[in-house]
């Protein structure tokens, strides 16, 4: 069962910070940098992760993934036309999608995802999205046409809007700017971490 708590940072230095803290499940999301430079960021979280014991997910990077025996990627839906799926089957590599309405949602269950993601459920400002706010009601519609999948919340996450969201379907929250920009980014870590894991 993944972790209720779910940060995504954008460069390994993060994963060295949140990992020995309790974080057991983390995304690595690295922009515009060489190959050669993800491919150390991905090793160098991998190897954080797998040494205490936590979950690393690669975005995108499919390739680095299967190369430097990862167990996780998440695809976004550009993602999902380039990956070859079956490559990261045979390479015994878990599968994330995100989703934002339903042909996407069709589309990502065709890869036969090992979670699914739908934002985001409030405005954020980390990205432009052309897609209006799905609300915390669109969880549980989610919910019930994923099947046993868990279910990701992302998009505008707070600590009290994460809670909201696990209360209305969601299995996992997953979280940017409530934690990388914050003032105090490991106290209120933390504070997710003892939060989501407390039993409703």
């Given amino acids: 069962?993944?972790?209720?708590?779910?940060?995504?940072?954008?460069?390994?230095?993060?994963?060295?910070?949140l990992i020995p803290i309790g974080t057991r499940l983390i995304q690595l999301r690295i922009k515009e940098q060489p190959?050669?430079?993800?491919?150390?960021?991905?090793?160098?979280?991998?190897?954080?992760?797998?040494?205490?014991?936590?979950?690393?997910?690669?975005?995108d990077y499919w390739q680095v993934a299967i190369d430097e025996g990862c167990a996780w990627v998440h695809l976004g839906q550009e993602d999902l036309l380039d990956a070859d799926v079956k490559a990261l089957r045979r390479a015994g590599i878990r599968i994330g999608v995100s989703t934002h309405d339903h042909a996407e949602l069709e589309k990502g269950l065709a890869v036969d995802p090992d979670y699914v993601a739908l934002g985001?459920?409030?405005?954020?400002?980390?990205?432009?999205?052309?897609?209006?706010?799905?609300g915390t009601e669109r969880l549980g519609e989610w919910k019930r046409l994923i099947g046993?999948?868990?279910?990701?919340?992302?998009?505008?996450l707070t600590l009290e809007r994460a809670l909201l969201c696990l209360k209305s379907g969601a299995d996992?929250?997953?979280?940017?700017?409530?934690?990388?920009?914050?003032?105090?980014?490991?106290?209120?870590?933390?504070?997710?971490?003892?939060?989501?894991?407390?039993?409703?």
């Fill in 172 to 200: 996992i929250a997953s979280v940017v700017g409530d934690i990388v920009n914050h003032r105090d980014p490991i106290a209120q870590a933390k504070a997710w971490i003892a939060a989501t894991r407390r039993k409703p």
């Fill in 120 to 134: 985001p459920i409030w405005p954020t400002a980390l990205k432009q999205m052309p897609w209006a706010p799905q």
């Fill in 148 to 156: 046993d999948r868990p279910l990701v919340a992302i998009g505008g």
């Fill in 35 to 59: 190959v050669d430079e993800v491919r150390r960021q991905v090793r160098e979280a991998r190897d954080l992760c797998v040494g205490h014991g936590a979950q690393l997910i690669v975005n």
């Fill in 1 to 17: 069962m993944l972790d209720p708590f779910y940060p995504v940072v954008p460069d390994s230095s993060w994963v060295a910070r």
